[in-house]
């Protein structure tokens, strides 16, 4: 009777960290969508000291109306939000600076790279245990990606190892998650990253703001040293949408680490790649021909064998 019902309460648990994870995907994939319509006519400090700004108004009002309010931001592991922040602040800059460069598909593909990722530094920095059928299904998301990607048709280029080395640190930034859940909230992280981010782009815009490193040809050296300018307000919602879907998406990421193993979560977070898809046709006019379409079905199959093979498995303990 116990052991069932352990089981029971595993599988529920493993149900929402997976649910956390398809939903904040599928939220942040709403920041990529904004930051690139962005990316054309802001400074990169700015939009993310504008973000940040925005992400951290709507934390403190959910920390103040859940939990233990404000109280959960004590912590005694600052060395750890430290290296944290580290790891999302790298991750993020890299992957906007790319994301300026490259079509928002292609972009979000190579980031792709980041659930193999996971799954390897669960097993070497975690002990977690990943069987033959989970890895399996891992690699089967992974050639979907490879199939979006379209070797040799120009993805890989200088921006796209920007992206390549976000998707490591975004990696170990869910590492940094897991080593951390037990003593802190996923408010706690994202908040501390937040202010991070608030610091470094504050820090930038001083230095670099009024745009005399600006006027490189460059589509991501053009979005790191622009000029900084005040928005029109036909640019208010964009700011809003990365503001409040990189705080609630962050969230739900953060959640989904902390209630699952790693490699888990992992494939879910490719919930991101068919709105990609969906975003470059109603923003861009980019309708998906036979081989886009070939990769999605490649990488969310690989997402829902994921699902069943876990509920087999609770099932069984």
């Known amino acids: 009777m116990t052991r069932a019902s352990s089981g029971s309460s595993l599988s529920r648990t493993t149900l929402l960290g997976i649910l956390a994870a398809i939903g904040g995907s599928a939220i942040l994939s709403v920041n990529d969508l904004a930051i690139k319509s962005l990316s054309g006519s802001y400074a990169l400090h700015q939009v993310i000291l504008t973000r940040s700004a925005i992400s951290m108004a709507f934390l403190i009002g959910f920390m103040a109306l859940t939990g233990s309010g404000m109280r959960q931001l004590r912590t005694a592991r600052w060395r750890g939000h430290l290296l944290r922040v580290s790891f999302v602040m790298l991750s993020n800059i890299t992957y906007f600076l790319g994301l300026a460069a490259l079509p928002l598909a292609d972009a979000v593909a190579i980031a792709f790279v980041s659930p193999l990722v996971v799954t390897l530094l669960s097993v070497l920095v975690l002990g977690e245990q990943v069987g033959p059928r ?184």
């Not at 609630?248 to 699952?260: E, V």
Request: proline content about 5%; glycine content about 10%.
């Open 134 to 317: 989970r890895w399996a299904a891992v690699a089967v998301g992974l050639v979907g990606v490879i199939v979006m990607m379209r070797p040799g048709a120009g993805a890989f280029q200088p921006a796209a190892v920007l992206v390549l080395i976000s998707a490591c640190t975004y990696a170990s930034t869910h590492m940094m998650t897991r080593r951390m859940k037990d003593s802190e909230s996923a408010a706690t992280m994202n908040f501390y990253v937040q202010v991070g981010f608030i610091l470094v782009s504050a820090t930038m815009g001083m230095v670099v703001g009024d745009g005399h490193l600006a006027g490189s040809a460059n589509p991501s050296l053009a979005f790191l040293f622009r000029e900084w300018v005040w928005p029109p307000l036909a640019d208010l919602p964009a700011f809003l949408a990365t503001g409040l879907s990189v705080a609630i998406g962050g969230l739900m990421i953060s959640q989904a680490y902390r209630l699952c193993a790693a490699a888990v979560v992992a494939p879910f977070e490719y919930t991101a790649m068919p709105l990609a898809i969906l975003w470059g046709v109603t923003f861009f006019g980019q309708w998906p021909d036979l081989t886009a379409w070939f990769g999605i079905a490649l990488i969310c199959g690989a997402g829902l064998y994921t699902l069943w093979r876990e509920t087999i498995l609770r099932t069984r303990t």
